[in-house]
């Protein structure tokens, strides 16, 4: 079955003063697939480039190098108006539900704006019955839809995100830390929604955090990424239970313990010395 | 929490009661620039030759005195109010229209439209207005129009910059790449997106710049490159007070107080409104 | 042993356009050397209550109530809650740049610190920044008092913030979520750094977090904050494998652990906008357990074996109800 995202050599950079060392690898030389249904985890820590890459591959920044291929046919260079049909198509679900929505429109409108755009052939009518299952789909309840983005807790807001994302009817999402905004107690529901939501509709995603234990959740492959580059790629058992490279052990050690007794255990051994691991930092 | 965010900064303003005061009293003065020289016996061009620079309540019904021709000066303060606020309405609506689309379209597309938009403004900056102005009245002649022509053409320009400002600092926020995501084109991200997140920064300076519009309008037609006689605007009434000012006070102070209590008004409105929409105590 | 810190009754109201209190009556005490944690999440109140206890609140935030450092009465007296700042508690941000100068030196401002609290030569001082430096495991510590804060990693800066609210050797630690801005590889690191000061500089401390890894890594003992209030407190192991409110077993349930798939755990709803007014217990619209007398009546901190709970069902031992 061919991949329905295909991501080769993709490089990312940013520009930085050669004084300071020239051109910033964000993403270097990744690659990854993506097929149809299936969740793909990209795990990393902040400024290792997931969400450079997660950007690249909607056509939001450009690629210096490498190719994204959708359904087989290469995406990354197309001009903006060309890649806008596409869009359908990919949608993306950010990392803050309260920045990512319009503070001044209400919900059902901001859920109904891709429509407009994407979807033409739709009446006024259609648009307002699409919005409101897709609503209902997500939990939001049929009042909350003409309230504005203040008046919503973040859960809620991150629920309408998702809808926002599925109004057009995806094949494919890419989520960039979508649960990292949100209250412990609250992170668990759209974990789950995802969860169905992928059940039902048979999306394919790459779902990327900085968490591991929520990834592991969800993913069927896990890739981690390290300073701009894949380090360990495999499916989820495997990279949990038998990681290969250093640092993807060192992320599995970090995980955060409950058990007073592991988690005391955990920060003894790093009693003495400085931060364990160098830096991920690449952008300042 | 109920309603939106205009909700919530209007009922901030309601409960200033300073802010309150200069509301009702601008919407006072507005209304007898409107309807209070219908209500009163005299007419602006009526002269009273009975009565000739006569100090207020004296008999005749000139409830604030005459000029040295013999009209009434509330009337004709109140028709110079109508002139004054008229022409700086109609200047700040246009600068408000032409700044916020140029600085809204700069800010948010960047690179050479932005270079080229504000290029065009730094250098209509450099001109200095009033120079323009006088040339604006050699051609097309003096009168209210080309008042508000000249300070339209004005006007614009900071608001274009404090726009495209706020713009390029929208244009960061994630909901702006989540309507490029969703398929939106320029145009809409614009119109429905930048523009109105950009709306309060936006009453807030045209609430401001209207005082200025007035007193730029009253000072050139103190000079006598404004409104012109018989016509009459607060700038000009001043400038005849002025000449007076020693022998008949009331001709100078009439004029001159309500431009105090207009631009004060204003400006104190403007302030006003800046705080209650700013979000920073919500 | 007499508390170190002693609140009582804090309470914690903002004025403005809608008047909200943000933190309810909480009664909080800390021992010399103890770790207490406190653990929350959004509109809980528990970085307010740390802010109250130094006098740092916003302008329209209003304590009430008592806390005592040291015997001393801090609310009230802005002079004695400046005196403890520093001095006696000393205070640590999520966010390093809250307690650094960008454009001074590290070791400058080190040793700022050191002069001001104890009327050392800048000689001495020096010195001084040099030990902490060394002490909180930055390397080669003469050739990092020369450099500024945005040359350093989060980690660092972290770091040097730590030492910063140790120069005037504070007797309590206060900590607002320290970890949560840092990558989770060197999370544990800095955690391990706060476990052994308090020991080697005979400190006690008090984390407030959301993150149940970060409290079961250090602290002695817990109380979990809800909508203002303290609903439970216990000695930290007891708490965390047999919480006695449905809240804390709920939170200690929704945390992801590795190797686990299939649906997460979760508590329905949101945790309530400071502001909401309640009827009953706060926690009885997302309580799987909730009965009629909880809509009615608002459970009041109750002693139990353990510690405090303020539940009208609390769990058994067992974990049922």
């Not at chain 1, 599925?166 to 995802?194: H, M, R, T, W, Y």
Request: overall charge neutral.
């Amino acid at each position: 079955m061919t991949a329905l995202l295909d991501v080769r050599d993709a490089t990312v950079t940013y520009p930085r003063p050669a004084a300071e060392g020239g051109p910033v690898m964000a993403v270097n030389g990744v690659s990854l697939t993506v097929e149809a249904g299936s969740i793909v985890g990209l795990v990393g820590e902040s400024g290792c480039g997931k969400s450079s890459l997660g950007r690249a591959i909607l056509g939001l920044v450009p690629l210096a190098a490498g190719e994204v291929r959708w359904r087989d046919r290469r995406i990354d260079k197309l001009p903006r108006a060309s890649f806008r049909p596409l869009r359908r198509e990919l949608q993306l679900v950010f990392q803050d539900p309260t920045a990512s929505l319009d503070p001044r429109m209400t919900i059902a409108e901001s859920v109904a704006e891709p429509l407009r755009a994407l979807v033409p052939g739709l009446s006024a009518a259609g648009r307002d019955a699409r919005v409101e299952a897709t609503l209902g789909e997500v939990g939001i309840a049929g009042e909350l839809a003409s309230r504005f983005p203040h008046q919503l807790s973040g859960g809620q807001l991150q629920r309408a995100c998702i809808a926002r994302a599925l109004a057009v009817d995806p094949a494919f999402l890419v989520c960039d830390e979508p649960v990292s905004a949100l209250d412990v107690s609250v992170q668990g529901q759209i974990v789950n929604l995802l969860a169905r939501i992928r059940r039902e509709r048979g999306l394919g995603c790459l779902f990327i955090s900085h968490n591991l234990a929520v990834v592991a959740h969800l993913a069927d492959h896990i890739l981690v990424m390290h300073r701009g580059r894949i380090v360990e790629s495999g499916s989820c058992a495997e990279v949990l239970t038998a990681p290969r490279h250093p640092y993807t052990r060192t992320l599995l050690e970090s995980v955060p313990e409950v058990d007073p007794v592991s988690a005391r255990r955990l920060i003894a051994g790093r009693a003495t010395g400085p931060d364990s691991a160098p830096s991920s930092r690449l952008t300042s | 929490m109920t309603g939106s965010l205009w909700r919530e900064a209007r009922d901030a303003l309601l409960h200033d009661r300073l802010a309150m005061t200069c509301a009702v009293l601008l919407v006072l003065l507005a209304l007898s620039a409107i309807a209070g020289p219908s209500l009163l016996d005299y007419r602006e061009d009526q002269i009273d030759w009975s009565h000739v620079a006569a100090p207020p309540f004296e008999a005749g019904g000139h409830w604030l005195g005459t000029d040295r021709l013999g009209r009434d000066l509330l009337v004709r303060t109140l028709y110079g109010l109508r002139v004054s606020l008229g022409i700086a309405l109609a200047a700040t609506l246009v600068s408000l229209v032409i700044g916020v689309s140029w600085g809204a379209t700069a800010g948010y597309c960047r690179g050479r439209v932005d270079a080229l938009a504000m290029r065009f403004v730094d250098v209509l900056y450099a001109l200095p207005q009033v120079f323009f102005v006088i040339i604006l009245t050699v051609v097309f002649g003096r009168g209210p129009l080309t008042i508000l022509a000249a300070i339209g053409a004005f006007g614009w320009l900071t608001m274009a910059r404090i726009v495209r400002g706020q713009a390029l600092a929208l244009r960061e926020r994630d909901f702006i790449e989540a309507a490029v995501v969703g398929g939106a084109g320029t145009a809409r991200i614009i119109t429905r997106h930048v523009v109105p997140n950009l709306l309060g920064p936006v009453i807030v300076y045209a609430t401001l710049g209207l005082p200025q519009a007035i007193l730029v309008e009253s000072f050139l037609s103190f000079l006598g490159i404004g409104v012109q006689e018989p016509l009459a605007s607060l700038g000009n009434l001043i400038a005849d007070g002025a000449a007076e000012m020693e022998t008949a006070p009331w001709m100078l102070a009439v004029p001159a107080a309500c431009l105090v209590l207009v631009v004060f008004c204003f400006n104190f409105l403007g302030d006003s409104l800046r705080d209650a929409l700013d979000p920073g105590d919500r | 042993m007499s508390a170190l810190l002693e609140a009582r009754g804090l309470t914690v109201d903002f004025s403005g356009r809608q008047a909200i209190r943000a933190v309810d009556g909480v009664d909080l005490t800390v021992a010399p050397r103890e770790r207490l944690a406190v653990v929350g999440e959004s509109g809980s109140g528990k970085s307010q209550l740390l802010l109250a206890c130094t006098g740092l609140l916003a302008a329209n935030g209003r304590a009430a109530g008592s806390v005592r450092f040291a015997g001393r009465e801090l609310l009230g007296d802005p002079r004695a809650a400046a005196a403890v700042r520093g001095r006696g508690i000393g205070f640590v941000f999520q966010d390093a740049s809250g307690s650094l100068t960008p454009h001074r030196g590290i070791g400058d401002q080190l040793a700022e610190v050191a002069m001001s609290a104890s009327a050392l030569t800048r000689r001495s001082a020096r010195d001084e920044a040099l030990a902490m430096l060394a002490r909180v495991h930055l390397p080669d510590a003469g050739a990092l008092a020369a450099r500024y804060p945005h040359e350093l990693s989060g980690g660092m800066r972290q770091r040097v913030a730590i030492a910063l609210a140790l120069m005037a050797r504070p007797r309590l630690l206060f900590a607002d979520e320290p970890t949560t801005a840092l990558d989770v590889t060197v999370q544990a690191g800095v955690l391990a750094l706060l476990a052994r000061l308090c020991d080697e500089l005979d400190m006690a401390l008090l984390i407030v977090t959301h993150d149940l890894g970060v409290v079961a890594a250090l602290a002695d003992r817990i109380a979990v904050m809800y909508a203002g209030r303290v609903v439970e407190e216990a000695a930290a192991t007891a708490l965390l494998s047999r919480p006695r409110h449905p809240y804390t077993a709920g939170l200690l349930a929704s945390v992801p652990r590795l190797g686990d798939r299939g649906e997460l755990a979760t508590i329905p709803g949101a945790p309530p906008v400071p502001g909401e007014s309640f009827r009953g217990c706060r926690f009885e619209p997302r309580c799987p357990n909730r009965a009629e007398r909880c809509s009615a009546f608002d459970p009041a901190l109750a002693r139990i074996a353990v510690g405090h709970v303020a539940c009208h069902f609390p769990l058994t031992v067992d974990g049922s109800q």
